[in-house]
C-alpha cells in the first residue's frame, strides 16, 4: 500500500460526529498559509468544530479565499477573522507576474488569478486586512485581526496588527 492509499484509507476510517451544520463555536474563520510547520490547530488550541480553517500560499486575501468566508460568515454564521501569516514565507521570494509568465511559457496558458503580495510581512499582513475591511461580500467586517507568525527566528516571537 503506497503512502497516498494508506492517507485514503485513513480518511474513510475516520468517523465524524454527526449532527446539523451551523456555526463554528467559536464563530471564526481563521485565513492562514498553507506552510506544513504550521498546525492552526494546535497553534490555537482549537478542538474539531471550533473554527472554520482556510489555507493557501501566503494566506492571502485572493479571490478564492474571500469566496470562502463570504461563505462561512453568510451561511454558517461567523464573524470574526483572523489573518495569521509568517515570517519566512515562500510567498515573497516569487514574483507574482514573473510566476505567471513561467507557467505561461511551460503550459501555454496565463493564469488569471492573483496573489496580492507585498514585499515584506508586515505590508502584505496590511494588504490582506485591508482587503478584508472592504469586501462587501464579507458582511461582518468589524472583528478581523491579523499576526505575523515567527518560523525563522526573529527577535519577536509574534507581531499583530
Known sequence: MSAFDDLIAK?????VEQGQPGAPRLRLTV???MDARIDPAALLGLEPGDAHI???AGGIATDDAIRSIAM??????TTGILVIQHTGCGIHAVEPEMFKDQIEVDTGTRPTWSGPVRPTNDETLELTLEILRNTDA????DLIEGTILDLVGSDSAVSTS
Open 31 to 33: 485565513l492562514t498559509c
Open 138 to 141: 464579507i458582511p461582518h467586517r
Open 11 to 15: 480518511v474513510n476510517a475516520h468517523s
Open 54 to 56: 482556510i489555507r493557501n
Open 72 to 77: 462561512s460568515q453568510r451561511l454558517l454564521d
